[in-house]
Nanobody, 121 residues
Framework: QVQLVESGGGLVQAGGSLRLSCAAS????????MGWYRQAPGKQRELLVT???????NYADSVKGRFTISRDNAKNTVYLQMNSLKPEDTAIYYC???????????????WGQGTQVTVSS
């Protein structure tokens, strides 16, 4: 069984920083792309950034220049460094990974449980 566990959320003042982590574990054969999403109350889930296995990234305009994604393939972990946080960044943040389990023939999407980020003004 494959699972993603996130950590690092919390309460921070506007202008501050947080670093989120998401570790994948279980019967993993291979991880392809990984990414971060967020969902604010009353809004749809929003794609923030993705990173390929070789490190290529793609950011949404809303976080470009403020957020940085990275990954450690040896640890099956993806990170999100968030700087210059704004109150509108308040949301539940989810990680996503396309993983091929050892018992599977194809890659499937796996999601973390979500971590709350609250930015006060």
């Amino acid at each position: 069984q494959v699972q993603l566990v996130e950590s690092g959320g919390g309460l921070v003042q506007a202008g501050g920083s947080l670093r989120l982590s998401c570790a994948a574990s279980g019967n993993i054969f291979s991880i392809n792309s990984m990414g971060w999403y967020r969902q604010a109350p009353g809004k749809q889930r929003e794609l923030l950034v993705t990173i390929s296995r070789d490190g290529s990234t793609n950011y949404a305009d809303s976080v470009k220049g403020r957020f940085t994604i990275s990954r450690d393939n040896a640890k099956n972990t993806v990170y999100l460094q968030m700087n210059s946080l704004k109150p509108e960044d308040t949301a539940i943040y989810y990680c996503d990974a396309k993983i091929k389990a050892t018992t599977a023939l194809i890659y499937s999407d796996y999601w973390g449980q979500g971590t709350q980020v609250t930015v006060s003004s």
